[in-house]
């Protein structure tokens, strides 16, 4: 799962014919892009669809329609025609719903490139698959509890079931989507600029697909072996311990919080014993409302807390505030992060990628404040999510196009270990920890060392030292 931008600053195997390009039984060619407008927009931008099978195994089965916007290029109309194809994080995002944030980030590269934002199937626009998990009333009790409840899973599994093949929304059917979307629209290579899960995506295209990519920018690379509901535990305390540290060592905040592992190891024991009742007031009223807070969920959003630097500087008041009886900070910033984190996925898709993607028999979660929270609620919910049941993809890529891999040295999930392991298969590539970033962010430095890779499709000539001059925010005391 990740962040979108705009919440931590600014979330068929086809090795026999190589890159050429995709048979007309797995894509139908897309009716020229249309003018447009699209949500957060002023401009005119350009819509198109193009149709898939869903199952490219079966003969005259379902098609998707899947959604594609343009933001097009500013480049002079005899200059050659290059595209960068956005893919964003979840699963479950819907990479258009971000156009606006996509266009900002990505203005300079404008210059030279369309941007293509394609609707991975089950999101957006592309047949999305749904869930009501949380209902339409905001209820605060409903968002700090957990993701995914299992009634409320099952029945969106049957109600979609009539209408999808909950098994066909993979990671490998996205790449082979995309190569259908490049083909339809007649664009001989492609840059890909990739964020978290849609690093899978990215990876998984490259394997498939490599010459037809000009270059590729990994942000929060993924091997494609990794686990991140068996990582998500130790990786969470390892960014936690680091907030911890750096707030040990800025004077403001080691004075009016010298005992935070303290407070949280003693609120943490409390929960231990069961579900706390915590009455606040509302974050969006003045009504006062009870939750029962669980140890799991507690632990859960305060690692959600932790994706964004500037939220991360808020969890010493946090934790000592509630340790003090008041647990009105937590709640109010737990419940917002849930519910741009939750409303903004499309579950079916979510989970039908990371069933495939992600399960793990174990983890080593000990002693650590997530314990096994994360890897217990997926394993609930895909025991009764039907999914593929072994990923085509997990293979580790080896390809020679030139790849920029960026990551946050306070990264909780995407951490840059994980960077520096797909690195290995890409012999052109370079990889760049950020500091002061964790895994949501848009600083100007780091969008400006993207696109200029992407222009020029490669590292040279790139200026990387303004990231020695990022600094994280300073720590909210008060």
Not at 31 to 36: A, G, I, K, Q
Not at 465 to 477: A, D, E, G, S, Y
Request: net charge positive; hydrophobic share 40%; with cysteine.
């Amino acid at each position: 799962m990740t962040i979108p931008r705009r919440y931590g600053g600014r979330a068929a195997r086809l090795a026999a014919i190589g890159a050429c390009a995709v048979p007309a039984a797995f894509a139908q060619p897309a009716r020229s892009p249309v003018p447009c407008r699209v949500s957060g927009l002023d401009e005119q931008v350009r819509c198109a669809t193009v149709q898939v099978p869903e199952n490219r195994a079966a003969t005259g089965g379902r098609t998707i329609a899947l959604r594609v916007v343009i933001l097009p290029s500013r480049a002079p109309a005899n200059a050659p025609r290059q595209a960068l194809f956005y893919l964003v994080g979840g699963p479950g995002l819907a990479a258009t719903a971000l156009s606006d944030l996509v266009a900002a980030s990505h203005s300079p590269t404008r210059s030279t490139h369309d941007i293509v934002l394609v609707d991975q199937r089950g999101t957006g626009g592309s047949n999305p698959l749904r869930c009501d998990l949380y209902g339409n009333t905001g209820d605060v009790a409903t968002y700090l509890g957990d993701q995914f409840p299992v009634d409320a899973v099952r029945a969106c599994a049957r109600r979609l079931a009539g209408s999808a093949d909950l098994t066909q929304y993979t990671t490998a059917n996205a790449a082979d989507d995309l190569e259908a979307v490049r083909a339809a629209l007649d664009i001989p290579r492609i840059d890909l600029d990739a964020s978290a899960y849609g690093t899978r995506v990215a990876q998984e295209y490259l394997a498939r697909y490599s010459s037809r990519v000009r270059s590729v920018v990994l942000q929060g690379a993924i091997p494609p072996e990794a686990s991140l509901p068996r990582s998500a535990a130790r990786d969470a305390q390892s960014a936690l311990d680091k907030v911890f540290a750096e707030c040990a060592a800025d004077p403001f905040c080691r004075t009016s919080f010298p005992r935070l592992r303290t407070e949280l190891s003693s609120l943490l024991t409390r929960l231990d014993r069961g579900p706390l009742s915590v009455r606040v007031e509302h974050p969006r009223a003045k009504d006062s409302v009870t939750v029962g807070l669980t140890r799991g969920v507690f632990a859960d959003r305060l690692r959600i807390m932790l994706y964004s630097t500037r939220l991360s500087r808020r969890i010493p008041i946090v934790i000592h505030r509630a340790h003090e009886g008041d647990w009105g900070p937590f709640i109010a910033v737990a419940y917002e992060l849930s519910r741009v984190v939750f409303d903004q996925l499309d579950v079916g898709a979510h989970l039908s990628a990371a069933c495939t993607d992600d399960l793990s028999p174990s983890s080593d979660s000990r002693g650590t404040f997530l314990e096994d929270y994360r890897l217990r609620m997926y394993r609930e919910a895909c025991a009764i999510w039907p999914h593929a049941r072994s990923a085509e993809t997990g293979r580790a890529v080896s390809a020679a196009v030139p790849a920029l891999l960026l990551v946050g040295a306070f990264d909780p999930v995407t951490p840059p270990r994980f960077a520096e392991a797909v690195a290995r298969g890409l012999p052109n590539s370079t990889v760049l920890v950020v500091p002061g970033m964790a895994h949501a962010g848009a600083e100007r430095c780091v969008e400006s060392i993207v696109s200029g890779f992407v222009t020029r499709g490669g590292p040279e000539g790139a200026e990387t030292t303004c990231v020695r001059v990022i600094k994280p925010p300073p720590f909210l005391t008060r």
